[in-house]
């Protein structure tokens, strides 16, 4: 039997077919493309993803990304360790176009792209087959996620620099040479990405699909990353539609259900879109990303090393003390209300902040997230936990931001201050008096909502705003190395494309990489605000 693309590129008396006898193939028994579909959804979890030669504990898939670029932004702190696989992140080495880090976060997406351009030139264009569509709309939609992963980060915000050069565009369709495949602009790139989703809408519309699993993209999910894309370009009443549409049949987390480590099961209410990982996917425990982020796991980079990710206090102190994400860190005193109900061993509540365990767990540092659960309860060592992709809670952000910067303020103060007051702070009152103050509003909520879960340096560039780490009115918590602020405008904060596209890619001469800036030094900075922590 022909069970994917691979096999369908060779006849069994030798040779191989054409696209065109693919398609025929595939039309005849479209079930025949089901495991490629099923592999383009799985990798983008998998550890070893074959990015590299040899197996690296910093190549987790998402996660990993996710990670990396909360590491570049200003609300996540790391330790300054040998230990610590990420700290290019958090110091901007990453910047090289020879490092390891920054060419993960190509290689995943770009590999993902040629599995969905794969899938696409196996479906014939004008077919008419359900299932064909589903995978033709499926298949869209991840091309425009994994395209939403790269550009941002390659380019200013797009208002502005709409004519400035992103990442190369390679798809099912592509004309010229694929050798010589020039940087798009950030309107072609968005242009793309739009046009996919619009597709894969019309189509998951069309077939009123329902999925089988949350690892696989629905009409909420696309609905939800075309909101995403809107908000990027700032279309605001094109995001607030898309956004309201992509929660329909969601409800957020209750003040209950994150007043304690959560974040970990796609079975939750609120869960849009999933990376499902269960214990088999683990290649190695450390390999993970409660490996990395949890600060309850018995094996893990966190936990042993003690490289914990912790919030900036500069942030942590802007939290209401009756808002429940005050407890999704420790403080000062490593005292978190979260911990109440929870046990490791004999330790109990803020107990476990300050338990030692030779060669599993070191006391927690203060500002220690504990917002992430990991299967298997505390001290557990299997390290799994799926991953979210997109939750109810992004999307009213998107709602309330969108619904106030397209003209009405009122309307997007009532989305935010209803979810705010219902699920996480009872006391809370939404101040802002013009639409400035709202983004700005908008952002804190989403610095403090997502944090961990990789929006923070897509805020950072689409807003236009200082990364503001260390301020002199606060004595950080940044190790000296990472403490440092850097401006809007700084070149350093654009991505470079790694050295093994410029090498085989003649349309990316190195003069027309990103180019500009350099690494901040500790203490640089200095005066830079943000609007949020001043």
């Not at 590129?9 to 089901?34: A, H, S, W, Y």
């Not at 299932?131 to 915000?157: E, G, I, M, N, S």
């Not at 802007?318 to 994400?325: G, L, N, P, W």
Request: a negative charge; aromatic letters at 10%; charged letters at 20%.
């Amino acid at each position: 039997m022909i069970a994917s693309c691979a096999d369908l590129d060779t006849i069994p008396e030798g040779g191989t077919f054409t696209n065109e006898q693919k398609q025929e193939v595939v039309e005849m028994i479209p079930e025949r493309l089901q495991a490629d579909v099923t592999g383009m959804f799985s990798s983008i979890a998998a550890a070893y993803k074959n990015v590299f030669t040899s197996a690296r504990d910093d190549d987790f898939g998402y996660p990993a990304v996710c990670l990396s670029q909360d590491l570049n932004g200003p609300d996540m702190v790391a330790s300054n360790s040998g230990y610590n696989w990420f700290s290019t992140c958090s110091e901007f080495s990453d910047r090289s176009d020879t490092y390891a880090n920054p060419y993960m976060r190509w290689a995943l997406f770009y590999n993902q792209i040629k599995q969905a351009n794969d899938i696409l030139k196996s479906i014939p264009a004008d077919t008419e087959n359900t299932t064909l569509l589903r995978y033709k709309a499926q298949a869209k939609a991840v091309r425009a996620f994994d395209y939403l992963c790269l550009v941002p980060y390659f380019q200013f915000k797009y208002k502005g620099n709409e004519d400035k050069p992103t990442v190369p565009l390679v798809t099912d369709v592509m004309e010229g040479d694929p050798s010589s495949n020039p940087r798009a602009t950030a309107e072609a790139a968005y242009k793309l990405i739009m046009d996919d989703l619009t597709d894969a809408i019309n189509i998951l519309k069309n077939l009123n699909y329902t999925r089988s699993s949350k690892s696989e993209v629905d009409l909420n999910v696309a609905y939800g990353l075309r909101a995403r894309a809107n908000l990027y370009m700032e279309n605001w009443a094109d995001a607030a539609s898309d956004a309201k549409e992509a929660m329909k049949g969601y409800t957020p987390y209750s003040r209950e259900d994150v007043s304690i480590p959560a974040f970990i099961d796609h079975n939750d209410p609120n869960w849009i879109w999933a990376a499902i990982i269960t214990e088999t996917n683990i290649a190695r425990q450390l390999t993970s990303w409660p490996g990395a982020y949890s600060s309850f796991s018995a094996k893990g980079y966190a936990t042993g090393q003690g490289c914990y990710k912790a919030i900036n206090n500069l942030l942590y102190r802007k939290i209401s003390h009756t808002d429940v994400r005050k407890g999704w860190w420790v403080d000062e005193n490593l005292h978190s209300d979260n911990l109440a109900s929870l046990d490791w061993g004999d330790a109990i509540g803020d107990e476990i902040a300050t338990l030692a365990i030779p060669d599993v767990k070191v006391p927690f540092i203060p500002y220690t997230n504990v917002k992430f659960a990991q299967y298997g309860g505390v001290g557990n060592d299997k390290n799994a936990g799926d991953w979210c992709m997109m939750r109810y809670e992004e999307m009213l952000l998107i709602q309330a931001e969108a619904t106030a910067m397209a003209g009405d303020l009122p309307g997007g103060k009532t989305i935010l201050e209803n979810f705010v007051k219902a699920e996480r702070d009872p006391n809370y009152v939404c101040t802002a008096a013009d639409v400035t103050a709202f983004q700005n509003e908008v952002w804190f909520q989403r610095r403090v909502e997502l944090w961990g879960e990789g929006f923070s340096m897509a805020d950072i560039m689409r807003l236009g705003k200082n990364i503001v780490r260390v301020s002199s009115a606060v004595t950080t918590n940044f190790p000296n190395i990472f403490a440092f602020n850097m401006a809007s405008n700084d070149g350093w904060l654009l991505m470079r494309i790694p050295q093994d596209e410029t090498n085989s890619n003649a349309g990316i001469p190195l003069s027309a990489n990103n180019n500009d800036g350099r690494q901040p030094l500790p203490g640089e900075g200095a005066g830079l605000k943000d609007g949020v922590t001043d």
